[in-house]
């Protein structure tokens, strides 16, 4: 079965620092997605990107955040200067058709970023 | 009034019993409306997705109801593996912002 795939599992950095998380979707799929859930709390969406541009963010997804598809693969977000607050686990998604009911978005394993 | 709000947990119940859980959202322009669950520590998993007309999936039947804004997911015949956190999902017109409950947390107990 087809699955999407993220990288790093665990990225530590300290604060103010930039960071990349890096997803790779379901290769024909053409919505895709960033989540995060801090611990213990609920999963948050951040940003959809759609046709190369995004199509909708979160009052979360503030300056300090950017979305990229490079090369047709790979979807990353990259945190700027990175918080304290940022530590969170960081979902990736993708689905192939948008938000009907019959679709499915399928998340991938998800990138613990901790902030030092 | 929060966008999606779900049934505080947790939840214990044993194994065999019927468990039922309650969303509510806000938006009523909302357009799709899932049920997920997820692990502890693992990524949300699609459980099914909830048709206006009400759908049953072996064990678990969700239900819609437009006017109430309310949707509800009914667990039967409780297995220890279901255990897990189960997420109300809403996603807007046009299917570009998804909304996640806070979840209700499921104990099965043998």
């Known amino acids: 079965e087809p699955e999407v795939t993220q990288t790093p599992s665990h990225q530590v950095t300290q604060m103010g620092q930039e960071v990349i998380l890096r997803c790779v979707p379901i290769?024909?799929?053409?919505?895709f997605y960033w989540y995060r859930q801090i611990l213990g709390q609920k999963v948050e969406f951040l940003v959809s990107?759609?046709?190369?541009?995004?199509?909708?963010k979160s009052e979360i997804f503030d300056d300090q955040f950017s979305v990229e598809r490079p090369d047709g693969s790979n979807f990353t977000l990259k945190i700027r200067s990175t918080k304290l607050e940022d530590s969170a686990m960081y979902f990736c998604?993708?689905?192939?058709?948008?938000?009907?009911?019959?679709?499915?978005?399928?998340f991938g394993p998800g990138t613990r970023l901790t902030v030092l | 009034r929060k966008e999606v709000e779900q049934d505080p947990g947790p939840f214990n119940v044993p194994e065999g019993a019927t468990v039922a859980f309650n969303c509510t959202y806000s938006?009523?322009?909302?357009?799709?409306f899932f049920w997920y669950r997820q692990d502890c520590r693992k990524e949300p998993k699609l459980l099914m997705s909830?048709?206006?007309s009400g759908n049953e999936d072996g064990r678990f039947t969700a239900q819609l109801n437009r006017a109430s804004q309310y949707i509800s997911l009914l667990i039967r015949d409780s297995k220890l593996s279901d255990s897990a956190t189960y997420l109300c999902?809403?996603?807007?017109?046009?299917?570009?912002?998804?909304?996640f409950g806070a979840g209700t947390r499921l104990f099965v107990k043998a």
């Open positions: 909830v048709y206006s």
């Open positions: 990107f759609y046709n190369n541009e995004i199509s909708e």
């Open positions: 938006n009523s322009a909302s357009q799709s």
């Open positions: 290769s024909n799929h053409l919505y």
């Open positions: 999902v809403v996603m807007n017109t046009g299917g570009f912002k998804t909304i």
């Open positions: 998604a993708s689905t192939s058709t948008g938000g009907y009911s019959t679709d499915t978005q399928y």
